[in-house]
């Protein structure tokens, strides 16, 4: 019996035929620090690090290069062609450089092997090679599927393919077509198949896409999303997180792309109304950072054409991004978005307002009227739907400002209702977020231990949930419990971490918060004048931005403030921190990781 191994793009529908897919080289994980020794199990960097040692006659993957040669590989797609050419550009560039020009891999990726075949010597020509032999039909679906950016469901395809030369019924028939030619690859591991190409494949039918002059796809992907999106606000609620995740995380590369499209000229009222579909998506996949920027681009854009639970949406969303506790002054945004959810007969928006209106204006001491009524309010709004994440999540604020006015026993009977809910529902997130709380009331109750035991297993889940303004919250709060045991090693570990974090994603009022933990932490192993500065700065931002200490936070400055008393001659203290009332964030970052070395060498704002 004679046996043949042939290797193509497509099957050769021969009696007798066994199909074998040939997948792509494993290329290493988005998720965590990379050292060169951990990239190195990957086959796709092994043959990276393989062809840049023939390349430049010597290559060790380092420990700096391993991110950028990961994300090369991630990028290509662990294509071994591809992976060989990108090698091959570290005669003229950094792995940091190619990884930065990959938007353009045709450009970048050129010049193979002479002895190949042509159509073997580019990746350019490779493909162009696949693309000729393709219908007519084939060909116009392969550049319509490349608005997008991470695959699409059948549904996905036909929104934006079908029309024109293609009727929706050939949708199925068109796709199941290229998935045979290797030029789509169907993903059947998840809720529901998904087809995607290639990241170079997508590129370059995205050139062709171009080229053919068709202006309709990336109009037909966003209103598309926008249908998707809007079905996902109205699920979120009472979905459990890993069954709502699953149906709606693998459109969201595809969303930064419909809202980059729409208001970069496409159309900024399908943005607004993609914007406003977004926020349950960004809560859960912690795109918080995109979101500021996605609502900041929005507001130009509201009007009186603008439907009313849109706009509000978008103003509560904007509003909610700052995050402050005793704010007088709530922001203009969201009153205005109160007065639209109301109009619009919302309830689950106009108790998300009010409860975030109420927790902004909340201040420790005395408990005020209106802000329990604005609570008491959110919370009536959503009796009749329970279970519910908005009612579980308005009963814990509740807890929460209970909390701040020392009312002890009415904030744990709300968080322990509302960590009940969220059980209940499979609410992962707000699960995540109550042992937050629980573990602040172990705290203030003087069981500190309780406390760190509730951070520890929120810190384990955040972390392997990618919950990064959370994680942030509970490593600062962690610092904070530390530091009561003067445990300064430990504490400053958690709040550098933290301080980090809350940098990255741009939540600069935790940020605060982090730095007097690290002042505390310096002032207690001795570090007066760093600790001063830092003070100085944290204090100017209080008085500017009119947040208030939390209990924990509260705690801590007294102790801070008292300890450099202390060590301190007065006069010292008072130039120290009107010196570091005048720092530049960075400059305080700088003084916060310095252990106790000395001030920061950064240049402040000036007098």
């Known amino acids: 019996m004679m046996k043949i191994l042939a290797t ?8 007798g035929e066994a199909v074998f897919p040939m997948p792509s080289l494993p290329v290493p994980s988005s998720f965590g620090t990379l050292t060169a020794a951990a990239a190195m199990q990957c086959d796709a960097v092994k043959l990276f690090a393989e062809r840049a040692a023939d390349a430049l006659g010597s290559y060790t993957l380092t420990d700096e290069d391993a991110p950028a040669v990961a994300t090369i590989c991630r990028r290509l797609d ?6 060989e050419l990108a090698a091959a550009r570290l005669r003229m560039l950094k792995p940091s450089e190619i990884a930065a020009r990959l ?5 970048l990726l050129t010049g193979g092997s002479r002895v190949a075949l042509p159509r073997h010597q580019t990746l350019r020509a490779t493909i162009d090679w696949s693309f000729s032999l393709l219908s007519g039909a084939e060909q116009a679906m392969l550049r319509r599927l490349s608005v997008f950016v991470d695959g699409c469901s059948l549904d996905g395809a036909v929104a934006v393919a079908g029309g024109g030369e293609i009727d929706t019924d050939e949708v199925f028939d068109l796709v ?7 030029l789509l690859v169907a993903d059947t591991t998840g809720r529901v198949t998904r087809y995607r190409m290639l990241e170079t494949t997508r590129q370059y039918a995205a050139e062709k896409l171009a080229e053919s002059g ?11 999303l926008v249908g998707v999106f809007r079905r996902a606000e109205q699920t979120w609620p009472t979905q459990g997180t890993d069954a709502w995740l699953a149906a709606y995380r693998p459109e969201t590369e595809n969303l930064r792309a419909a809202i980059e499209w729409a208001f970069g000229g496409g159309d900024p009222a399908v943005g607004v109304s993609l914007v406003a579909n977004a926020g349950a998506i960004a809560e859960e996949m912690t795109l918080q950072a995109d979101l500021r920027r996605w609502t900041a681009s929005s507001l130009p854009h509201l009007g009186a054409d603008t439907p009313k639970t849109e706009a509000a949406a978008v103003l509560y969303l904007h509003s909610a991004q700052q995050k402050r506790l005793g704010v007088y002054e709530v922001p203009a945004e969201r009153h205005q978005a109160i007065a639209l959810f109301r109009g619009a007969g919302d309830d689950v928006g106009l108790s998300r ?5 109420a927790v902004a204006r909340a201040m420790p001491g005395e408990a005020e009227a209106e802000v329990l009524a604005m609570l008491g309010e959110a919370v009536s709004l959503l009796r009749a739907h329970a279970p519910h994440k908005d009612l579980a999540t308005a009963l814990a604020h509740t807890g929460g400002v209970h909390f701040l006015y020392g009312n002890r026993t009415a904030s744990r009977r709300y968080n322990e209702a509302a960590l009940a809910m969220r059980e209940d529902l499979g609410d992962r997130s707000g699960v995540l977020a109550s042992s937050v709380n629980l573990a602040e009331q172990q705290f203030l109750d003087g069981d500190t231990p309780g406390a760190l035991r509730y951070a520890r297993l929120g810190e384990a889940e ?5 919950a990064l303004p959370t994680l942030a919250l509970i490593l600062s709060n962690t610092a904070g419990y530390l530091l009561q045991g003067d445990d300064t090693t430990a504490a400053r570990q958690a709040a550098i971490e933290a301080l980090g974090l809350s940098r990255a994603i741009g939540q600069d009022y935790l940020a605060v918060m982090c730095l007097e933990h690290l002042a505390l932490a310096l002032a207690l192993n001795g570090a007066a004048e760093p600790a001063a500065g830092l003070l100085g700065f944290t204090s100017a931002h209080y008085a500017a931005s009119g947040q208030t200490r939390e209990q924990l936070e509260q705690a801590g400055y007294e102790r801070l ?16 921190l009107d010196d570091g009332a005048r720092w530049t964030p960075a400059a305080a970052d700088g003084a916060a990781v310095q252990e106790g070395q000395g001030l920061c060498p950064c240049t402040p704002l000036g007098p």
């Open 8 to 15: 193509s793009r497509e099957a050769l529908g021969l009696p």
């Open 78 to 83: 662990g294509v071994p062609l591809a992976t």
């Open 103 to 107: 938007e353009n891999v045709f450009r």
């Open 176 to 182: 199941s077509a290229l998935v045979a030619k290797s």
């Open 214 to 224: 068709e202006t309709g796809c990336r109009r037909a992907m966003a209103s598309y």
């Open 353 to 357: 307002a009010l409860r975030q209106t």
């Open 462 to 466: 955040a972390r392997a949930r990618s």
């Open 561 to 576: 403030l008292a300890r450099l008393q202390q060590l301190l001659p007065a006069a010292e203290l008072s130039a120290l």
